[in-house]
């Protein structure tokens, strides 16, 4: 595609149910990482992917969070049992060169996750 | 964590007048990059400065680095109504980084 796609784009769950956000990158873009941003924040890196491989995970927040790309094209980043202070923007990017220096990123809309 | 502070946290203008973000941070850095995020929408790079680069132009976009002061600018010159978003700097941990790190950014609104 022509750029970074992510769905759902809006997802509501209430309080202990899983959820599963997917990003489809660039065709042939190496590096795909995973950010998340609160209302009125920056964006804060969760996860990173050099194709397949999960190289860097520091960034989630807890053993809840699960985030797979295992065919080094699409990534889909998984929620366990959410909870309220999950509710946040979950971006999408990725990169033609290889993480550390990877140059531009081109980002996805996001998807919006609100949990009741 | 967060590895730039962009100052001020809001800024408001008038169409044609000119708008100046600043950005620190705190690690040895390879480059620095600003983006550019509009409500509800994902962030688009603007423009990338390298540690050893001093100014960049492009368009109506100046940015500066100044690496020992850990601290960067970005100006925007002749704003329009449509420059009104947020501008994010992020950088890479030199010698330990692997991602972008982000910071808090700057809310420019721009009225005609």
């Known amino acids: 595609g022509a750029g970074v796609s992510q769905s759902p784009r809006y997802k509501v769950a209430k309080r202990g149910q899983d959820v599963a956000l997917r990003c489809d990158p660039i065709s042939g873009h190496v590096s795909l990482f995973w950010y998340q941003q609160a209302l009125g924040q920056g964006p804060e890196f969760l996860t990173y992917f050099q194709n397949e491989a999960q190289l860097d995970k520091s960034g989630l927040p807890s053993d809840r969070f699960f985030a797979e790309r295992p065919e080094g094209s699409v990534s889909t980043l998984k929620i366990q049992r959410t909870q309220q202070e999950d509710s946040a923007v979950y971006l999408c990017?990725?990169?033609?060169?290889?993480?550390?220096?990877?140059?531009?990123?081109?980002f996805g809309e996001g998807s919006r996750l609100t949990v009741l | 964590s967060q590895q730039g502070e962009e100052d001020p946290q809001a800024l408001s203008i008038q169409e044609g007048e000119n708008a100046t973000m600043n950005c620190s941070y705190k690690?040895?850095?390879?480059?620095l990059q600003w983006y550019r995020q509009n409500s509800g929408r994902g962030l688009v790079h603007l423009i990338l400065i390298r540690s050893n680069e001093r100014e960049k132009h492009s368009g109506r976009l100046r940015v500066t680095l100044d690496t020992s002061k850990k601290s960067s600018s970005l100006l925007i010159t002749a704003s329009r109504a449509a420059d009104t978003a947020s501008y994010f700097c992020?950088?890479?941990?030199?010698?330990?980084?692997?991602?972008?790190?982000f910071g808090k950014g700057t809310t420019l609104s721009v009225s005609s």
């Open positions: 990017a990725s990169s033609l060169r290889r993480g550390g220096n990877t140059g531009e990123l081109f």
């Open positions: 690690t040895s850095i390879n480059n």
């Open positions: 992020a950088t890479v941990d030199a010698q330990a980084g692997t991602a972008l790190i």
